[in-house]
């Protein structure tokens, strides 16, 4: 019998539309979700595997919010110097100072997730990611993660699934 733990990681799925637009793209998706939380004041690591997506989400988040930019930095395993950004993005196990939210850009499950208090899971709208994001789904489920799942609107905001 699964007993709910409080301090156990919970997982939010957003899920795009089937649009190929790049305003519904994982990348738009990631700057939004990173500007909530870091406007929260929440430390995020965007876990991005495959370097182009690394590259096209650096140059996002700083042009992202016209007027302003997120404070963000590549991160390839090097100390993190104060000030430190708000969100950083990489490939490699994030740093101790990073571990409140987690995006995962990525088509697996991030071996570090259960470090964080908070993973968030961008499904895309093509078959073959939305069936990766399906398997993510499982293995968290099977494990006893608590899971919320969020639609993206015409407007660009999310609402909750029930």
Known sequence: MFVYNPRM???????LPD??????????AACKLCDKATGAGHKVYVHAPDAALAESLDGALWS???????????????????????ALIGANEPPET???ILINLGLEVPAFFSRFERV???????????????ERYKFYKDRGYE???????????WKQRQ
């Open 9 to 15: 990681t919970r997982i939010d799925f957003y899920i």
């Open 19 to 28: 649009s190929t637009s790049p305003a519904d793209s994982s990348v738009a």
């Open 64 to 86: 992202f919010r016209q007027g302003s930019f997120i404070a963000h930095e590549k991160y390839h395993g090097q100390k993190i110097e104060e000030p430190q950004p708000m």
């Open 98 to 100: 990073h571990q409140g």
């Open 120 to 134: 968030l899971e961008i499904v895309e709208g093509d078959s073959a990611k939305r069936s990766k994001s399906r």
């Open 147 to 157: 899971l919320n799942t969020f639609e993206q609107n015409a407007e660009g905001g």
